[in-house]
T-cell receptor
Framework: DTGVSQNPRHKITKRGQNVTFRCDPI?????LYWYRQTLGQGPEFLTY????????KSRLLSDRFSAERPKGSFSTLEIQRTEQGDSAMYLC??????????????FGSGTQLSVL | TQLLEQSPQFLSIQEGENLTVYCNSS?????LQWYRQEPGEGPVLLVT?????EVKKLKRLTFQFGDARKDSSLHITAAQPGDTGLYLC??????????FGSGTKLNVKP
């Protein structure tokens, strides 16, 4: 078990460019979450998948953001036409959904995005 | 929209001191989790509490869930510099969906 892996760790881009991040969850986990975190704040929910199905997207997520989990394994988060306000840490988490409350989220180390 | 408040926002103490941080919600939790996050890393789960009045201990850390399941506290005894970090609480507001507070940033000075 190597934990949740995110790539790249850091990304610097110019405003207007597209960026894509990758998340590899813990292998047997069927749920995958994307969160965004800005300095001094807690993680903010963006979207989540159960297996390959995207079940919910935050209303805060503009149409410039898209996420996929093509085979229920790794996931990608793409941001098109980046804006300076997109600068943040993008966190991926995975879990094994069960039949009761209190599931454990395992987070990756995140991708720090800086939009110049 | 859930309102999850953590206090204090910042805390700076000397090594060896005790401290308590709080997490409060306007709604009843299904469950509540506490995480610790170090700079440049993702949050790491410390504990999950589900039952009202529940108390859990993790070495020098004591977690308490309020009887009404609307509040929780984290108490650290004899804090050490290694305890430095951002302490986040997260409430499960729907089955397996989590909402995070803004955290308490703890600095333990040697």
């Amino acid at each position: 078990d190597t934990g949740v892996s995110q790539n790249p760790r850091h990304k610097i881009t110019k405003r207007g460019q597209n960026v894509t991040f990758r998340c590899d969850p813990i292998s047997e986990h069927n749920r995958l979450y994307w969160y965004r975190q800005t300095l001094g704040q807690g993680p903010e929910f963006l979207t989540y998948f159960q297996n390959e199905a995207q079940l919910e997207k935050s209303r805060l997520l503009s149409d410039r953001f898209s996420a996929e989990r093509p085979k229920g394994s790794f996931s990608t988060l793409e941001i098109q036409r980046t804006e300076q306000g997109d600068s943040a840490m993008y966190l991926c988490a995975s879990s094994l959904i069960g039949a009761q409350y209190g599931e454990k989220l395992f987070f990756g180390s995140g991708t720090q995005l800086s939009v110049l | 929209t859930q309102l999850l408040e953590q206090s204090p926002q910042f805390l700076s103490i000397q090594e060896g001191e005790n401290l308590t941080v709080y997490c409060n919600s306007s709604s009843v939790f299904s469950s509540l989790q506490w995480y610790r996050q170090e700079p440049g890393e993702g949050p790491v789960l410390l504990v999950t509490v589900v039952t009202g009045g529940e108390v859990k201990k993790l070495k020098r850390l004591t977690f308490q869930f309020g009887d009404a399941r609307k509040d929780s506290s984290l108490h650290i005894t004899a804090a050490q510099p290694g305890d430095t970090g951002l302490y986040l609480c997260a409430e499960e507001y729907n089955f397996n969906k989590f909402y995070f507070g803004s955290g308490t940033k703890l600095n333990v000075k040697p």
